[in-house]
């Protein structure tokens, strides 16, 4: 079975701290997503990478930005985090075409 | 641009009657369309998809959707409901002009639907 993990599952950091949040998965999937989800509110895409190093601003990008050195993991970093970055985010990649699969997500709270 | 609107955010009703979440959806081309799952404290799962041909879709867990282009809906359905099935359903489009499998996402806000034992 295929396997998303998130680190951490939790986070609480300061405004202005720096943040990495990571995602990982075991199928070497070349493509990889990071969204935010808020309270009433659907997902929103922050960043798609198609493989290594090569990533695409997705609907929500500002006040982000990620990097992929291996397949594998997939990192969202905010850098000087605000108290609107508060939010549940979640990894996903696809299971098969046009499915996607999501991680477990990542609630990150910024006082 | 292309949009999604859920306009029920909250549905509840009682085990054994029928469900149905409704979705419209604004794009110009041909959509790909998908209803997700997530269970309180979880995270998202797939239910169905609908990419091309025959309109009525059927996906995991006894559910099914139907794709009618006359007024851009994909409404999810299920009957009869169990006290189970009591989540939040999202519906989400991908614009088949983005390039194959893109997986660039647009979803809708959700809907909450609450079934009673």
């Known amino acids: 079975d295929m396997k998303v993990t998130q680190m951490p599952r939790y986070l609480i950091k300061r405004m202005g701290e720096n943040v990495l949040l990571e995602c990982g998965q075991d199928?070497?999937?070349?493509?990889m997503y990071w969204y935010r989800q808020d309270p009433g509110l659907g997902l929103q895409l922050i960043y798609i990478s198609y493989d290594v190093d090569s990533n695409s601003e997705g609907d929500i990008p500002k006040g982000y930005r990620v990097s992929r050195k291996k397949r594998e993991h997939f990192s969202l970093i905010l850098d000087s985090a605000k108290t609107n970055q508060t939010s549940v985010y979640f990894c996903a990649t696809p299971l098969s075409s046009y499915e996607q699969y999501f991680g477990p997500g990542t609630r990150l709270t910024v006082l | 641009a292309q949009s999604v609107d859920q306009p029920d955010a909250h549905v509840t009703l009682s085990e054994g009657a029928s469900l149905e979440l409704r979705c419209s959806y604004s794009y110009s081309a041909a959509p790909y369309l998908f209803w997700y799952v997530q269970y309180p404290g979880q995270s998202l799962q797939f239910l169905l998809k609908y990419i091309t041909g025959d309109t009525v879709v059927k996906g995991t867990k006894g559910f099914e959707a139907e794709f009618r282009k006359s007024n851009s809906s994909f409404n999810l359905k299920k009957s009869p409901a169990h006290w189970s099935d009591s989540a939040k359903y999202f519906c989400?489009?991908?614009?088949?002009?983005?390039?194959?499998?893109?997986?660039?996402?647009?979803f809708g806000h959700g809907t909450i639907l609450r079934v009673h034992p």
């Open positions: 989400a489009l991908e614009g088949s002009n983005t390039g194959a499998n893109t997986g660039k996402l647009t």
């Open positions: 199928m070497s999937h070349e493509t």
